[in-house]
């Protein structure tokens, strides 16, 4: 079990399992599912197509390609790093918060299609418990991601700064 300290919502042993056994399958795929699940995302979420202007977004762009088999990478990365989750995902809540500057409400759509194309390519594997397991550690790598947005609410994940007041 990790100890992170964003999230309140960590895989069990068995959905950990279960996470890391569907990888298997996404492993060999991963720019083709990746790039669906964005192609997917920016239509039906037509407003999340901003944060990727200077990318080429057409379903069969190598910019796609690429940038999908990038995100289900550091997913992949993720899942089998689990118990380092934070320190493997560190540089990301700046890129994603401060550069690109990702609303916390445009995660879910990434979340949900990505669960989409998974089901749909996956649908066997795919039952109730893997799709408990799979949202669970979406959402785990979504909050911190978003760390630097919740944290400028729950004070957690930053450091104290020096009270100069005094
Ligand atoms: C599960 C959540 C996510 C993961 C694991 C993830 C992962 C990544 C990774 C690994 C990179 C490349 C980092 C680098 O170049 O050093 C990246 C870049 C990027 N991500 Fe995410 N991301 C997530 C969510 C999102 C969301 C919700 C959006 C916007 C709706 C987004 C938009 C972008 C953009 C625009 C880039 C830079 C593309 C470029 O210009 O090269 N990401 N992401």
Redesign the pocket.
């Given at each position: 079990m990790m100890s992170g300290s964003g999230s309140q919502l960590q895989l069990q042993d068995r959905e950990k399992a279960l996470v890391l056994g569907l990888w298997e399958k996404i492993a060999p795929q991963t720019e083709t599912l990746g790039a669906e699940v964005l192609s997917r995302?920016i239509r039906v979420f037509p407003e999340?197509r901003a944060?990727?202007g200077?990318?080429d977004m057409i379903p069969t762009s190598s910019d796609l390609q690429t940038?999908g088999g990038?995100?289900l990478e550091?997913?992949g990365d993720?899942i089998k790093n689990y118990v380092n989750l934070h320190e493997l995902l560190t540089?990301?809540p700046e890129?994603?918060m401060k550069t690109?500057s990702?609303i916390h409400e445009?995660?879910m759509?990434?979340?949900l299609c990505?669960q989409i194309v998974l089901a749909s390519h996956f649908p066997s594997d795919f039952n109730t418990k893997m799709n408990i397991s799979w949202t669970k550690f979406?959402k785990e790598?979504?909050d911190i991601?978003s760390e630097h947005q919740n944290s400028s609410k729950s004070g957690e994940c930053e450091p104290t700064p020096p009270d100069d007041s005094v």
């Amino acid at each position: 079990m990790m100890s992170g300290s964003g999230s309140q919502l960590q895989l069990q042993d068995r959905e950990k399992a279960l996470v890391l056994g569907l990888w298997e399958k996404i492993a060999p795929q991963t720019e083709t599912l990746g790039a669906e699940v964005l192609s997917r995302m920016i239509r039906v979420f037509p407003e999340t197509r901003a944060y990727f202007g200077k990318l080429d977004m057409i379903p069969t762009s190598s910019d796609l390609q690429t940038q999908g088999g990038i995100l289900l990478e550091a997913l992949g990365d993720a899942i089998k790093n689990y118990v380092n989750l934070h320190e493997l995902l560190t540089t990301l809540p700046e890129l994603h918060m401060k550069t690109i500057s990702v609303i916390h409400e445009h995660h879910m759509p990434v979340l949900l299609c990505i669960q989409i194309v998974l089901a749909s390519h996956f649908p066997s594997d795919f039952n109730t418990k893997m799709n408990i397991s799979w949202t669970k550690f979406l959402k785990e790598v979504a909050d911190i991601i978003s760390e630097h947005q919740n944290s400028s609410k729950s004070g957690e994940c930053e450091p104290t700064p020096p009270d100069d007041s005094v």
